[in-house]
């Protein structure tokens, strides 16, 4: 590939940041889900480069559904997921319907296109044992095992998503009525219980941890790392990897592990789906129904296990 060409695979076309700032206003997406828009377009824009070798500066104006059905064989044929697909998919239609509005097309290449067929996975999830487990492994002795601690009880109290969990705010905790008051996607704002346990925790935290994590620095991030910096959704994964395996949990977990746990262990001790809707942030009640599916399967497992005729 020629130095020109790299060039300008490498950078992101100008009717591609047109669309990302028109979303972004007409949304008040996050900046993770603009920036999963800006990469699946970069990567067909690419592909179409590189599939024809001429970098036409319209190239993606011009494009038809045989085109963006090629694409997508290409990628099975890669053996990408079909959850990536689509996924991939869902940013083109997206974009090309922004295209035909604006009128910089007659008609979408996209519309007739299925998505490709999804298996219902259900989500990776946790006992209440190796919860407890993890919340255990941080050494609170220490500040940034007290820090850790607080992050995970806060985390399974609430059920937030990773970047609310590491964007909160001090304006954002309400520590006399046990409250947080989070903003989730589309900037919608929601009221979350934190629990005595970790109200507790968070009240040992703010009470020396955080200022002394800070050494003097100012910061109204909630989360602080021993830097003064607000914590960040790549350092928070990194914990809960490295306590995972401390507390010998055979599963592999992910930040995202603790909020699945919350809503299913909810559920198992006979909490309303709505509630868990409403608790989780989920614009409809078809997202958190997933959970009653995890319940069941863990219903349907002890039975299994301790029933007679199991």
């Known amino acids: 590939m020629s130095k020109d060409l790299a060039e300008v695979i490498d950078t992101s076309p100008e009717i591609i940041e ?38 036409v500066v319209d190239m993606l104006i011009k494009v038809d559904r045989k085109t963006i059905v090629n694409y997508l064989s290409e990628l099975e044929r890669r053996q990408i997921s079909a959850s990536s697909r689509a996924r991939l998919l869902s940013s083109l239609r997206r974009f090309y319907a922004y295209l035909l509005r604006e009128k910089n097309i007659e008609t979408d290449p996209v519309a007739l296109i299925d998505a490709p067929k999804l298996g219902r996975s259900l989500p990776k999830t946790l006992t209440e044992k190796d919860v407890e487990s993890l919340l255990m492994a941080p050494d609170t002795a220490t500040l940034l095992g007290l820090r850790d601690r607080v992050l995970f009880e ?45 109200v507790s925790w968070l009240e040992k935290y703010l ?26 959704r790549q350092a928070f994964w990194y914990l809960i990897k490295r306590y995972a395996l401390q507390a010998e949990i ?8 603790l909020r699945h746990a919350f809503a299913t262990h909810l559920l198992n001790h006979g909490a309303d789906l709505r509630v868990v809707q409403m608790l989780l942030g989920h614009s409809n009640l078809s997202t958190t129904q997933i959970y009653t599916h995890v319940a069941k399967a863990r219903l349907k497992s002890l039975h299994s296990l301790h029933h007679p005729r199991g």
């Open 18 to 55: 047109q669309f990302i700032d028109v979303i972004w206003m007409e949304r008040g997406l996050s900046e993770n889900t603009l920036s999963a828009y800006r990469t699946d377009l970069k990567k067909f824009y690419t592909w179409l480069i590189r599939s024809s070798n001429k970098p």
């Open 154 to 198: 806060v985390l399974y109290a609430t059920g937030l998503r990773v970047s609310e969990l590491v964007g909160l705010q001090l304006t954002q905790v309400n520590i006399q009525q046990g409250v947080l008051r989070v903003t989730g996607k589309g900037n919608k704002e929601r009221l979350v219980p934190l629990g005595e346990e970790a």
């Open 207 to 232: 009470s020396n941890t955080r200022a002394d994590l800070l050494k003097g620095q100012v910061t109204d991030a909630l989360f602080v790392t021993k830097r003064g910096a607000a914590m960040t």
């Open 250 to 257: 055979g599963s592999a977990i992910s930040p995202h592990t």
